[in-house]
C-alpha cells in the first residue's frame, strides 16, 4: 500500500504457526516427520512514516512485551553490507540468504545491541532474540541494496502461544522476512526482473524459499540447531515432510481438518523428554526401535490418506467419512506409541479420555509430557458434541482453541 503523497509504504504479511502431525520422537531417529500448518496465525505491520527527528526504528511487540525505538542512521545502518560466507566470492544478496556468514553477521548484531543497549543483557530470552533476528533479517535484505531506508514503525501481533510448540517463533521470522522482502520489492522502481512479480498480490514460489531460508537463519538464532520443518511449514503451509539430513519437502495436499487445539498447561522441556526416550531404547532396542518404525508408517499411511482425501477423488459421503475414519484410527495409534515410548502425562490422557468418550480422536502433539493435544472433529461431528467437549474440557482447567489444519502458508495482507 503507498502514501502518494508521502510516497510511504505500509505493508501487512501474515504466517500460520504449526504443529507436528507425526513423527514426534521417531524423527530423532531417522524416521519421517510431518508437520501442518495451524489456522492461528501472527502478523506484522510495517508502516513507513516521516518524522521531524533523527530517523528510527520503533518496534511493538507486545507477545513478548517488547518496545524498541532505534536510530537508524548511522548506527543501524552500520549493519548493512553482510559478508558472504567463507570460500564463496562475489557480493552478497537478500537474494541468497543461506550464503550469508551467519556467524559473522550475527556477532555485529550482537556487538551493536550491547553498544546502544547497556541494558541488553538484562532482557529476557526471548526479547533479546527478537531484537537479533530483526537487526539480521533487516540489515541483510536491506544492508545488500542501494535502496533508501526511512523511518519506519514495525508491529507484531499474534495468536499463537509463545513456547507451546505451535511455531511461533518460526511465525513471526515469516512474517519479518516476508514483510521486509515485499516492502522491498514496493521500494524498488528496478531491479526485480519478471521473476519477481512487483504487481503480484501473493509470493511467488521463489520468494517464499527466500522467505524461508531467511527464516530458517532466525531459527538458528532462536534455537541453535533447528531442523528446518518450523520456518518451511509456517512460509509454505499445508504439510511438510521432513527426514533427519534432508531438507523439509513441502507437500502441496489440499487439506482443511478441523480440531480442537487443547493446552494441557503443563510445562514440558523437550531435551529431557528426548533424553527419556534414548535411555529407554537403551534399555530397551529392540522394542523401542519397533516402534518408532511403526511411528515411521503411520506417518507415511496418514500422508497417502490426506492426500486422497484432498485430491477430490473420493466422489461420495461414505468414501469421504471412510478416510476421515482412517485418519481417527492413525491419531489413535500414534498417540499410543508415543505413550509406550513414555512420553504422554496424565492431563494429557485426561483430555483423550474425554474425547473418546465423545467418540472423537486425541493425540499429543510435539514433545509430550504436556503441552498440546489435538481433537479431530470429523465433518460429520454434530456441534453439540462439539460444544459439550470444550464445555468440560474448560471446567477441568484446560484452555481450547477450535481452528483447522493446513491453511495457507505466508501472505500478503492487502
Known sequence: MLNGIDNLYTVSVSAPGKVILHGEHSVVYGKTAVAVSLGLRSSIVI????????PTIRI??????????????????????????????????????????????LRRVDEFLHLIKPNFDALQNNQKNS????????????????????????????ELTIGAGTGSSASF?????????????????TGFDAFYDQTSEDFSMNE???ISEWAYNCERIMHGSPSGIDNATCTFGSLVSF???????????????RVLLVDSRVSRETRALVVKVAALRQRNTAAVDHILDACDHV?????????????????????????????????????????????????????????????????LTGAGGGGYAMVLIPPSTPRSVVDSLCGQLLENGFRVKETRLGGPGVSIEM
Open 173 to 189: 521470522a515469516v512474517c519479518l522476512a516476508g514483510a521486509l522482502i515485499q516492502l522491498l520489492k514496493l521500494k524498488s522502481s
Open 60 to 105: 511493538h511487540l507486545p507477545c513478548v512485551g517488547l518496545e524498541e525505538t532505534l536510530p537508524l542512521e548511522p548506527t543501524v545502518k552500520s549493519l548493512f553490507h553482510p559478508k558472504l560466507a567463507p570460500g564463496i566470492t562475489g557480493k552478497f544478496s537478500w537474494r541468497l540468504p543461506d550464503k550469508i556468514d551467519h556467524d559473522s553477521h
Open 243 to 257: 527426514k533427519k539430513g534432508s531438507k523439509p519437502r513441502h507437500l502441496d495436499i489440499k487439506m482443511d481438518l
Open 47 to 54: 508502516k513507513e512514516v516521516n518524522y521531524h527527528v533523527e
Open 299 to 363: 506417518a507415511h499411511t496418514a500422508t497417502q490418506v490426506l492426500e486422497k482425501l484432498s485430491s477430490g477423488k473420493c466422489e461420495i459421503d461414505y468414501d469421504a467419512e471412510y478416510q476421515h475414519l482412517a485418519i481417527q484410527e492413525l491419531w489413535d495409534m500414534n498417540h499410543c506409541l508415543l505413550s509406550a515410548l513414555g512420553v504422554s502425562h496424565p492431563a494429557l490422557e485426561a483430555i483423550r479420555g474425554a474425547a473418546r468418550a465423545k467418540g472423537l480422536a486425541c493425540k
Open 208 to 210: 517464499r524459499e527466500i
Open 131 to 158: 531484537l537479533r533476528s530483526f537487526l539480521y533479517v533487516f540489515s541483510g535484505i536491506f544492508g545488500s541494496t542501494n535502496l533508501p531506508v526511512k523511518s519506519m514503525e514495525i508491529s507484531l501481533g499474534s
